[in-house]
């Protein structure tokens, strides 16, 4: 009787930690493999092609996807409390129409396995020609990760406010397993802004590992 009990007991036991190996290596599986990421990251680049095929065809709300990966873009115009200055600007020779502002959105969001988005959004200003203000922000999310970014907004011509007509929106995302995987994932998104088109464009959107 107790053999019987000592191999029941050594049968439950090993029943245990096998499903505890197969739930582990489960969960592990779930995060994308440095090859999963490189497949990946090729899938990217040719959502983006779309996405800026159809920014510049004047779209403004964009959604393109694949099995694993998904790139938005969403654009607004801004309206402008600019009429208690039209006086000012009219004798300064601009007109209340040359002055704009859009607020605009673009993320990549992974769905293979455990996934993660990383968002920049913000606004742009212009007056004439040039860029006045260019805000960014960005936002992580991804259940399973830790997550940190970095954003700036730099003049690719000049200063903004000032002299630049193009403006750069640089956000870096760093997206760190909570178990099972020893790697991270680094995500890149830049957006270029035009004062004088009152454009976008994707420079780059990019998982890396």
Same mark, same amino acid.
């Given at each position: 009787?107790?053999?019987?009990?000592?191999?029941?007991?050594?049968? &439950?036991?090993?029943?245990?930690?096998?499903?505890?190996?197969?739930?582990?290596?489960?969960?592990?599986?779930?995060?994308?493999?440095?090859?999963?990421?490189e497949?990946?990251?090729?899938?990217?680049?040719?959502?983006?092609?779309?996405?800026?095929?159809?920014?510049?065809?004047?779209?403004?709300?964009?959604?393109?996807?694949?099995?694993?990966?998904?790139?938005? &873009?969403?654009?607004?115009?801004?309206i402008?409390?600019?009429?208690?200055?039209?006086?000012?600007?009219?004798?300064?020779?601009?007109?209340?129409?040359?002055?704009?502002?859009?607020?605009?959105?673009?993320?990549?969001?992974?769905?293979?396995?455990?996934?993660?988005?990383?968002?920049v959004?913000?606004? &742009?200003?212009?007056?004439?020609?040039?860029l006045?203000?260019?805000?960014?922000?960005?936002?992580?999310?991804?259940?399973?990760?830790?997550?940190?970014?970095?954003?700036?907004?730099t003049?690719?011509?000049?200063?903004?406010?000032?002299?630049?007509?193009?403006?750069?929106?640089?956000?870096k995302?760093?997206?760190?397993?909570?178990?099972?995987?020893?790697?991270s994932?680094?995500?890149?998104?830049?957006?270029?802004v035009?004062?004088?088109?009152?454009?976008?464009?994707?420079?780059?959107?990019?998982?890396?590992?």
């Amino acid at each position: 009787m107790k053999k019987i009990i000592l191999l029941l007991t050594f049968g &439950f036991i090993f029943f245990l930690n096998n499903n505890a190996a197969s739930a582990a290596e489960h969960e592990k599986n779930n995060y994308p493999t440095k090859l999963e990421t490189e497949v990946l990251n090729q899938e990217l680049q040719g959502l983006v092609k779309k996405v800026n095929e159809r920014l510049a065809k004047g779209e403004e709300d964009i959604e393109v996807s694949s099995e694993n990966l998904k790139v938005v &873009f969403k654009q607004e115009d801004v309206i402008n409390p600019i009429s208690s200055k039209g006086n000012r600007l009219n004798s300064m020779g601009v007109s209340a129409s040359s002055i704009g502002s859009k607020s605009y959105q673009a993320y990549v969001a992974n769905t293979n396995g455990y996934n993660f988005r990383h968002s920049v959004y913000g606004t &742009f200003t212009w007056n004439g020609s040039l860029l006045s203000q260019v805000t960014a922000d960005e936002d992580l999310t991804g259940i399973m990760y830790s997550k940190s970014a970095t954003t700036k907004v730099t003049g690719v011509d000049g200063t903004i406010g000032s002299t630049a007509k193009i403006g750069k929106v640089s956000s870096k995302g760093t997206f760190t397993p909570l178990k099972f995987s020893p790697i991270s994932f680094y995500t890149t998104i830049i957006v270029d802004v035009y004062a004088p088109t009152k454009s976008y464009r994707i420079v780059t959107a990019k998982i890396a590992n």
